[in-house]
């Protein structure tokens, strides 16, 4: 079993940015993808973006492309969410989850592991 542990949510104001980490462990072999979603108060669950842990192949939901970019560094068995340019509409709680799937990446159900969530916070 893959385990994954946020960290790195704050309360920035518009037009600042943040860094998201996610640290993995156990049955790292069994990532093929990392993703990041995002929930909004009152909203279902959003993808913002996957990467490939092999290739690092990345995919984003387009309201974040040019401002985020995610990463992922295979030695330290870590993923990365770098934010860029918040804007207001980027506050939710964020998730970081893996996969080994390699379809329908914009789907949560694809996603067998989860992180507990981190809050990002954009002030205005």
């Given at each position: ?8 949510g ?18 790292i ?15 279902g ?27 992922r ?52």
């Amino acid at each position: 079993q893959v385990q994954l542990v946020e960290s790195g949510g704050d309360l920035v104001q518009a037009g600042g940015s943040l860094r998201l980490t996610c640290a993995a462990s156990g049955s790292i072999f069994n990532i093929n993808f990392m993703g990041w979603f995002r929930q909004a108060p009152g909203k279902g669950r959003e993808f913002v973006a996957a990467i490939s842990w092999s290739a690092g192949t990345t995919y984003y939901v387009n309201s974040v492309k040019g401002r985020f970019t995610i990463s992922r560094d295979n030695a330290k068995n870590t993923g990365y969410l770098q934010m860029n340019s918040l804007k207001p509409e980027d506050t939710a709680v964020y998730y970081c989850a893996a996969t080994r799937s390699s379809r329908h990446l914009d789907q949560s159900r694809e996603y067998g592991a989860w992180g507990q969530g981190t809050q990002v916070t954009v002030s205005s």
